[in-house]
């Protein structure tokens, strides 16, 4: 298996709602703000990447992440930045290339974006699009989005628009091609769609053991093998969150992690989380990468040389966390998680 190194580290946020000293929610706008100054700190710490999640729903504050990115963009100077991901099958593609390329003008070439379906659904309704073309949506979708990468006139049809023919779509990148990443939740559906798009693949592991994922990155690298195609990124996404010891990072994860995993645990009907459901996630075997720098560490490398990834991207906002526990997470991430996972797997 073929380990890309130095592994890149990366991190994302849905701009979880967070809490203050005392306790109370944070009006949206402020954790916006917030999300900004955590995105900077991320620079400053060295990370390779930012990725900010689009939801509509009243537990998280990003719904336009091209507008806070574009906002990063005039305030850092390398961190690469992105969503994590884009509902492409509730937007228009043209406009989320649009968006994207102007993005990447404005960062100078640093914007990337991940398409994917979404954990949520509430877009559909939002924006009139009916649950029952979830299919359909996202196939179009994302094959008008990958003929617009060429950065050539564009002639199109499909049913969920109207056809193209012929028609320019700008403003056009400087490097020539918008960086662009499948997000895939674990189907080989999904798979062979990011070898047939020829789209680096990030998967989203959000839960059990990330070793299962193992036959998935392979069987992407196989395919694209198989189809004469060159050798792509496979990145992945987790949630995790650091802090100086493995006690205090459970403990100030823990209250948290369990409030937002039940309240969509009763959306989809799933019984109530155990403490033991959190301990399994949280260990060497589980999803979850929380504990101290040497821990998560540690697990980050073992897991990413198993898949043969080339990014881990820790989803570092789970639930409602204090900005100053969020901004240390950020900073032992980048001064301590970092260097230790490239000394593990040099």
Known sequence: MVVITPLELGHDTFGDISADADGQPVPAPEVLRQVVEQGVLADEVGLAFLGLGEHHRADFSITAPDVVLATLAGKTERIRLGSAVTVLSSDDPIRVYERFATLDALSHGRAEVILGRGSFTE??????FDLGDYEVLFNEKLDL?????????VTWSGTTRPPLKDQPVYPPTESGRLTTWIGVGGTPQSVLRAVHYRLPMML???????????PYADFYRENLEKDGAEPLPVGMHSPGYVAETDEQAREELYDHWMAQRNQIGSERGWPPATRNEFLQAAGPEGALYVGSPETVARKIARNAAALGVSRFDMKYANGAMRHDQLMRCIELYGTQVAPLVHDMMA
């Open 123 to 128: 877009s559909f309704g939002l924006f009139g």
């Open 145 to 153: 989005f990958v003929a617009l990468l060429d950065e050539q006139p």
């Open 204 to 214: 989203a592991i959000i839960g059990g053991p990330p070793l299962q994922f193992v």
